[in-house]
């Protein structure tokens, strides 16, 4: 099973007090947008991807024109307003990888895992779930908390939905939860990506 992928890439960032659009900031040295789309790319089950852009972030836009990548600018109203104009204006009605532009841990196989559950559960979505606690402890902040089963959660910003029903009220989900880094590190503000470089940089020289 391969998927198509939507990059988010066209909210406000509003908490990213910066002087560049956030998926433009620097990470290590790149671009946060350039690690998810660098990940995308080495899925095994990803057929193609596209970000999804909108009045909020037309550097990125065109730095994505201009380096060949799929776009599909929206009305950058919120999360989910654009997350359905994007469906629809492509007609992806089927499974979509759908994944924000601030996770710069991600990896290929993280998102062929992803996937992979989600073609076994049988269900219409699959939602990744990162502990509290997990993330506190690295140090990040959680732009939403998420209750299930009984405890609260940071959304990752990694989902896989099936587009062709996309406008229902309610749509039965499979949850994954991971304390993988991959899963949490979630760039919300300055602070997060300090953090979370520090904390790569450590991860990295703990592996040597």
């Known amino acids: 099973m391969t998927v198509p992928a939507l990059i988010m890439a066209g909210g406000k960032g509003s908490r990213f007090k910066f002087n560049v659009e ?11 947008i350039d ?3 660098d ?22 836009e065109r730095r994505c024109l201009e380096k060949g990548v799929k776009v599909i ?17 492509n007609r992806l ?47 990040l902040t959680s732009e939403s908390g998420y209750e299930y089963g009984g405890n609260i959660y940071a959304v990752s ?20 939860v991971s304390d993988s880094i991959e899963a949490i590190l979630n760039i919300n503000s300055l602070d997060d990506l300090i953090i979370g470089e520090k904390y790569m940089k450590l991860g990295k020289a703990g592996s040597h």
């Open 22 to 32: 956030k998926p433009l900031a620097l990470f290590l040295g790149k671009p946060l």
């Open 35 to 37: 690690w998810v789309m």
């Open 39 to 60: 990940a995308v790319k080495s899925s095994n089950k990803v057929s193609e991807f596209f970000v999804v852009t909108s009045p909020n972030t037309l550097e990125t």
């Open 73 to 89: 600018r929206t009305d950058g109203r919120d999360y989910h307003h654009d997350l359905k104009q994007a469906i629809v204006k």
């Open 93 to 139: 009605y089927c499974p979509v990888l759908v994944v924000s532009s601030d996770l710069p841990a991600l990896t290929g196989n993280f998102i062929d895992m992803v996937i992979s559950i989600y073609e076994k559960c049988g269900k219409p979505a699959l939602t990744v779930l990162a502990p509290m606690w997990k993330v506190r402890e690295v140090g």
């Open 157 to 176: 910003g990694i989902n896989v939905i099936d587009g062709s029903r996309i406008f229902e009220e309610e749509m039965e989900q499979e949850v994954l």
